[in-house]
């Protein structure tokens, strides 16, 4: 009965139960364990479609274990990235606009830096306010893509080849720490347990056209950024091209793709995250991820 449901359209994640993490596939309300045959996300994903096909397998075998999703924690799909998250600024135009300097040009090329691997957060989880870090909190909505097949010099022609699946992503920014640090992006954006992502990968085939997908970003309930994936500066392949003319990608390599505009420090009057804030991210297609902000 689970063959019809998984076999080519599967959201992967990541959870906690008995202090003991697992990895399964949703189907309803139920997730279906998979550590049978794949130990981590890691593993699954190194395997590609034919790690899908060893679970689709898997469950017509019978015997499998089923949790239910209101008795377990749920993680970020990747608990523990091997590689920084890397990220592209910039990618949206109206974002552009809003940023803090006048003075620099549209890059012909995609803007690119680094979150640590320290910064993952789950889906739901409590993120801290880091008040004694920074005064200006903020929140920033994105598409993630994760490389599912190693690859140098990729064209965009064939970069869907090496794309795995997709997920929701928050790109929690401290922009007083960004323009205190000469205008460099990695001491503001790298902070411990800011990137909540998830709250699944759902593979590739189950996005009929990652280019027009809408992305929101709710505060508290209101709406305060909206946009859709197809206003991209520069195009998921092409992303994808680019950072491989630099870098050998990976398979397990999280790549964010830009935020549109409506982010806290250009609205008016300003607004920076606190303690409390509900902040919510949500990509059509792919889900939702939901975070509080609490002081530590």
């Not at 274990?65 to 949206?92: A, F, M, Q």
């Not at 003075?103 to 979150?115: A, E, M």
């Not at 008040?131 to 022609?157: H, N, P, R």
């Amino acid at each position: 009965m689970f063959r019809r449901v998984v076999i080519s359209h599967m959201k992967i994640l990541s959870y906690l139960k008995d202090n003991q993490i697992s990895i399964g596939v949703l189907n309803g309300n139920e997730i279906i364990n998979i550590n049978g045959i794949f130990p981590d996300t890691f593993t699954l994903i190194k395997e590609g479609n034919s790690g899908l096909e060893m679970i689709a397998e898997y469950i017509d075998r019978g015997n499998v274990t089923l949790d239910n999703w209101h008795d377990v924690e749920i993680l970020s799909p990747i608990p523990e990235i091997k590689r920084n998250i890397i990220c592209i600024g910039w990618n949206y135009l109206k974002h552009f606009e809003e940023r803090f300097r006048q003075d620099i040009d549209l890059p012909s090329k995609p803007t690119v830096f680094t979150k640590a691997t320290s910064s993952v957060a789950g889906p739901y989880e409590s993120i801290p306010s880091m008040t004694d870090f920074t005064k200006e909190l903020d929140y920033e909505a994105e598409l993630a893509v994760v490389i599912g097949k190693e690859g140098k010099d990729i064209s965009a022609e064939n970069a869907d080849e090496h794309i795995f699946g997709y997920m929701v992503a928050n790109d929690i920014s401290a922009r007083d720490i960004q323009r205190e640090h000469g205008g460099q992006w990695f001491m503001g954006k790298g902070m411990d347990k800011s990137c909540p992502m998830g709250p699944w990968i759902v593979t590739k085939d189950e996005i009929k056209n990652k280019q027009n997908l809408s992305i929101t970003c709710k505060l508290n309930g209101e709406v305060v950024q909206s946009s859709n994936t197809n206003l991209m500066i520069f195009s998921i392949n092409e992303i994808i091209s680019t950072l491989s003319n630099a870098m050998t990608l990976m398979p397990g390599d999280i790549i964010l793709t830009g935020t549109p505009n409506g982010v806290g420090f250009r609205r008016t009057p300003p607004y920076f995250l606190k303690h409390g804030d509900v902040v919510e991210v949500s990509v059509s297609e792919v889900g939702t991820i939901r975070n509080k902000i609490v002081d530590a």
